[in-house]
């Protein structure tokens, strides 16, 4: 009997500490969660506001201080106006580049546009041959350099638009081949050369299966401004695209151009079998 009387005291006395020790960590959390409470913001806090606004009005910039504005600035501006201002300098900068290039008067100066391209050696190679076509025809007076003819390809994006706008401006084209999208474009802009005041009669008789005309609306008049580049000797791609049929590219002057007589020799030297 005694010693189930100690046991039973024994049993009490151990949940007897499980209490005090339960009650002991009750105690903790419950100071823990006050510390937690008192680290919270407010209910009526600006955070919960539910209509609020994180930008500032312009009545309310005009009343910060200096610092405040700074401060301002910096944390909604800063990053996105050094962004800006480095893509303008970038653009700047490859502008600048490509204009370095000699702009003496004897040059010639052909853009391939939209990503229209030839084979790489081909295309390399093509002020050297354009200058021995022009040098050994007997209607060229002048002797052609080699390295004042230019034939790059400009592509669809941001720099190259940029650039061909300046070119444009600058009357630095003197001929263009297009993509048939691209041609309409300039010719419904006036931004195309009548060819008859480039070529004579004869030699649009001879080119008339290629020569594209431009119906004027208010008056019916055909305009030639573009020759089909069809059938040559070279394979105009885009990317892996070879431009044939409906995307056949044309070539035309630009009414910017300055160097009519060897814009002319172009088309034919294009088209020389």
Do not use: W
């Amino acid at each position: 009997m005694n010693n189930k009387n100690k046991k039973t005291k024994n049993i009490t006395k151990n949940n007897s500490n499980n209490l005090i020790k339960n009650n002991s960590l009750d105690k903790s959390n419950l100071n823990n969660d006050k510390e937690f409470k008192k680290s919270r913001l407010s209910k009526d806090a600006e955070i919960y506001n539910p209509e609020r606004s994180d930008h500032i009005v312009k009545g309310q910039f005009k009343k910060m201080s200096f610092k405040d504005k700074v401060i301002h600035f910096k944390e909604y501006y800063l990053t996105i106006t050094i962004a800006i201002v480095v893509l303008a300098l970038l653009v700047t900068c490859v502008i600048l580049i490509n204009n370095s290039r000699d702009t003496e008067e004897n040059i010639f100066y052909c853009g391939f546009l939209n990503g229209i391209a030839l084979e790489h050696m081909t295309q390399s190679d093509m002020p050297k041959d354009f200058t021995d076509y022009l040098n050994e025809h007997p209607d060229y007076e002048e002797t052609a350099d080699k390295n004042r003819i230019f034939i790059p390809t400009f592509k669809n994006d941001i720099i190259d638009t940029t650039r061909i706008d300046g070119y444009f401006d600058e009357g630095v084209f003197d001929a263009f081949l297009v993509h048939p999208d691209t041609f309409n474009g300039y010719a419904s802009k006036n931004a195309l050369m009548d060819l008859t005041k480039i070529f004579s009669e004869d030699e649009l008789k001879e080119l008339d299966s290629r020569v594209i005309y431009v119906i004027n609306k208010k008056n019916g008049e055909k305009t030639p401004m573009g020759i089909l580049m069809d059938n040559t000797k070279y394979e105009f791609k885009i990317g892996n695209t070879v431009l044939e049929g409906d995307l056949t590219p044309i070539y035309c002057v630009p009414t910017c151009a300055g160097r009519l007589e060897e814009a002319k020799h172009f088309a034919f030297f294009l088209l020389e079998e």
